[in-house]
Every structure is written in structure tokens, then in C-alpha cells.
């Protein structure tokens, strides 16, 4: 119903499977399997020309622009969606619904989800990527070294895509769960179907997405002691999550627009989805934030990831920080900002208590 991407009927090789062929080496690789996998998540202003975007054709314009002009992410789901088509229509107020229009009399109006489009368009692709996949995989003399190539390639995009789906920048962020499913499809296939070619290091990154780990340092978690509440009871972890959300807030360390669920995340031992938490103090004061966590046993030991946790989920105003430059620091010097900072480990200390 929705073309996202032209077909082709004839077959090609990808540059990635020309490359290692040896017989028309490709200066640089842009085509390799599943790459068109990243068209769904990319800029306008990396897709390609031949999609032969046309902004003018979209009706309503001014009131989506935005999505559009400022460099967000997802956007060939996003122009699909307000693209005019003779098949269908669509309700603003509905979100992620298509109304398709009767193509003869006596005919009824259906409703399909847009998701369901989106997936359908993502499933060709993978299925194309198999196939072509495939059929290099067979052909090819250097098997070791193009099936890590490869791997690294969508490694990378899969790295890109989290970091889009991160940003939030659009309702259309939210396609990127499916996006991520049909990623998670092709390393489950060379884990299983490739493994005597992969390298340890791309095996070991591609078992971590495929069978993720429980156990596996991600983010914080709460330390079991015994005057603690069972903090792995969803109402008492927000209960406890809520004291440090409104402290911070309240003594001016984390910004206004911060939502309680970055922070709840920061200590549920999982992977960051959304953006990063703005710390507005200096580095330093972070750096005592999470030592008063540590001396005060409020967090279980991170087996040494805890500098490269907080790097991965706080800025300062608005700049990345490095674990190694957070490593370097020392804590604040500023009493105001250790009595504040203590202000707020003791009101989490009475809400854990009680």
C-alpha cells in the first residue's frame, strides 16, 4: 500500500561483496545487506536522492514543518505519513491510524495502523537482505572477512538507531521499537547460522544484544539492606526514585525539564532510552553525588562501569562528559553544594526507611 522504498526487479551485487570479491573492488562500501534498514531512521539530509522527496506535495505543511526543517530523525517514516495518496487518508487526531478510502461503490472504509505499514516495508527489506545476503555469502572466497565487515556495518547502524531512538526528537522516535526488532532478527541469524566466521569480538557484542544478560551492568541498582524497603517492588522504587527526582530538582542540580523516568532508569539497571539527564552544577558536584551513593550504600557495586553509567546518562548543561575526565575530578569543594547535596540523600534515607 505505502512504497517507503523503490523496488528494483534486477539483482546486484553490494560494494561490501565487491570488495572482498576481488573482481571490482569498491573504493567506499555504501551497499552491503540490511543497510537500507538505516533509511528509516535517518535525516533528510542523508537519504538519498532517488526516493525524490517532495515536501511541496505534503498537505498541511505548516503545521508538521517542524519535523521536517530541523534535522529530525525518522524522517522517511514521517514524510510517508502526511504524503498524499490516492489510496488512503489519514486523521490528524488519530495517531498512527490511516483511514483508506473505497476504490469502488458499495464499498466499506478500512482502518489499518500505520505501524503495521511501517513494519510490512521494514520486512521486505529484511527479506531482501537475506536474500542478497544469501547469495554473497555463498560466492564470496573471503568469508571471514566479509561476515565481520558486515557485522561491524550493522553493529554500528544498530548504535545509531538507539541513539535516534534516544533523542526523541518526534512521535515517529516511537518506530524505532520495531526498527530495533528487525535489527535484533539479523544478529539472532548470524548468531546462529555464522558463528565459526565471526570474531570473539563480534560474537561476544552480538550474543550480548541477542541473549542480553540480567546481570549485566547497565545502570544503577539499589543496594539490599536490612532496613531497606523491598525496593524491587515497582511502587516502592518510584516511591524511593520520586525523593531523589523532586531533591534534585529542588536544590537546582538536575534541569526543569527532566522527567522521572530518566532518573527511574538511572537506577532500574537498563540500557538509556531516553536523552540524557542535564546536570546543571560543574562536574565536580556529580562526582560527590555519586560518592554520597556509594558511601552511603545506596547502590550496589558496579563492578568498576559506575564513571562510564554516568557518563552514558548525565551531561553537563548541555555537554557530553567522558567517563575518564569524570574518573579525574575530584569532589566539590563548595559546602553549599555538599549540604545540599546531603539534604538530599538524607530525604531519600527517610523515604527508603519508612
Do not use: C
Not at 523532586?246 to 534541569?255: C, E, K, T, V
Not at 527511574?264 to 562536574?283: G, V
Request: glycine content about 4%; overall charge neutral; aromatic content about 16%.
Amino acid at each position: 500500500m505505502i512504497n517507503f522504498l523503490p523496488f528494483s526487479p534486477s539483482f546486484g551485487f553490494s560494494d561490501l561483496y565487491n570488495k572482498f570479491s576481488g573482481d571490482f573492488p569498491a573504493s567506499e562500501i555504501k551497499t552491503y545487506p540490511f543497510a537500507n534498514l538505516r533509511l528509516f531512521f535517518e535525516t533528510k539530509n542523508n537519504l538519498p536522492a532517488y526516493l525524490k522527496l517532495d515536501e511541496t506535495k505534503i498537505g498541511d505543511f505548516e503545521n508538521f514543518k517542524e519535523i521536517f526543517l530541523r534535522g529530525d530523525n525518522f524522517y522517511l517514516i514521517a514524510y510517508k505519513y502526511f504524503e498524499p495518496n490516492q489510496l488512503y487518508s489519514f486523521d490528524h487526531k488519530l495517531k498512527g491510524i490511516l483511514i483508506l478510502r473505497p476504490t469502488g461503490a458499495g464499498k466499506n472504509l478500512k482502518i489499518i495502523s500505520y505501524f503495521d505499514a511501517v513494519y510490512s516495508a521494514l520486512q521486505k527489506e529484511f527479506e531482501y537482505g537475506q536474500s542478497l545476503l544469501r547469495q554473497e555469502y555463498v560466492l564470496i572466497e573471503r568469508r571471514f572477512q566479509y561476515i565481520n565487515r558486515l557485522t561491524e556495518f550493522l553493529l554500528s547502524d544498530y548504535d545509531d538507531l538507539q541513539t535516534a531512538i534516544r533523542k526523541n526528537q518526534n512521535i515517529f522516535a516511537k518506530y524505532g521499537v520495531i526498527i530495533s526488532e528487525v535489527y535484533i532478527n539479523v544478529f539472532r541469524n548470524f548468531y546462529s547460522n555464522f558463528v565459526d566466521y565471526l570474531s570473539d569480538e563480534n560474537f561476544t557484542a552480538i550474543k550480548n544484544l541477542v541473549y542480553p544478560s540480567k546481570k549485566e551492568v547497565q545502570s544503577f541498582r539499589f543496594a539490599v539492606r536490612i532496613n531497606f524497603k523491598h525496593v524491587n517492588s515497582i511502587e516502592a522504587k518510584e516511591l524511593v526514585v520520586l525523593s531523589f527526582y523532586n531533591g534534585l530538582r529542588d536544590m537546582g542540580f538536575i534541569a526543569e525539564s527532566t522527567v522521572f523516568e530518566q532518573l527511574y532508569d538511572l537506577f532500574d539497571n537498563r540500557r538509556r532510552e531516553k536523552e540524557k539527564i542535564i546536570w546543571i552544577k560543574d562536574a565536580t558536584s556529580l562526582h560527590s553525588f555519586y560518592k554520597l551513593l556509594e558511601d552511603e550504600k545506596i547502590i550496589e557495586d558496579s563492578e568498576n562501569k559506575h564513571w562510564k553509567i554516568l557518563a552514558d546518562y548525565f551531561k553537563i548543561g548541555e555537554t557530553d562528559i567522558e567517563a575518564a575526565e569524570l574518573k579525574k575530578l575530584k569532589g566539590t569543594t563548595s559546602a553549599k553544594v555538599k549540604d545540599n547535596l546531603n539534604a538530599v540523600i538524607k530525604e531519600f534515607n527517610l523515604n527508603i526507611h519508612t
